[in-house]
């Protein structure tokens, strides 16, 4: 992707990330709930492209695996690679870290995301009924990474 840039996000970063979040999700998280997700343990990838912020990933190690809390994309962004470059960024270190198994939950309902989660390499493992609050189901999909 040209003009593609991606780098580990800090704490400062914090109210880009809810600026994406906000307009990836109907529920987006705010900037103080990604300034603590940082601050407690969850490392994430930050993408700009032509210099602004365009999408990101966070994830949670414990020991030799790690979870993708959240993966979101400005609609405008999005169905151009940078879901799959960020997925490939974040894989990439948590392999480099140790981790054995990434793991994430979608909405049954989201196509868009599943299909993505496929293309990366992830396969459902598992569904969790009612997980959302409107009683959605989620899948839980896998990636073994060593």
């Known amino acids: 992707m ?3 840039a991606i780098r580990q996000a800090e704490a400062a970063d914090a109210a880009q990330l809810a600026m994406i979040h906000q307009a990836a999700f109907a529920k987006g998280w705010s900037a103080k709930e990604m300034a603590s997700l940082l601050g407690n343990g969850a490392t994430g990838w930050l993408a700009s492209q032509a210099g602004a912020p365009a999408g990101f990933v966070l994830v949670r190690q414990a020991a030799d695996e790690a979870e993708i809390l959240s993966l979101a994309v400005l609609p ?3 169905r151009k690679g940078l879901g799959l ?3 490939g960024t974040a894989c990439t ?5 140790g981790v054995k198994q990434l793991f994430l939950d979608v909405r049954e309902s989201n196509a868009a995301a599943r299909h993505l989660y496929a293309r990366a390499g992830f ?3 598992a569904r969790r009924p009612a997980y959302y ?5 989620a ?3 896998r990636r073994a990474l060593s």
């Open 2 to 4: 040209k003009g593609l």
């Open 76 to 78: 405008a962004a999005r």
């Open 85 to 87: 470059a960020l997925m």
């Open 93 to 97: 270190a948590l392999k480099a870290a």
């Open 123 to 125: 396969v459902c493992c």
């Open 133 to 137: 609050a409107d009683n959605m189901a």
């Open 139 to 141: 899948c839980v999909y």
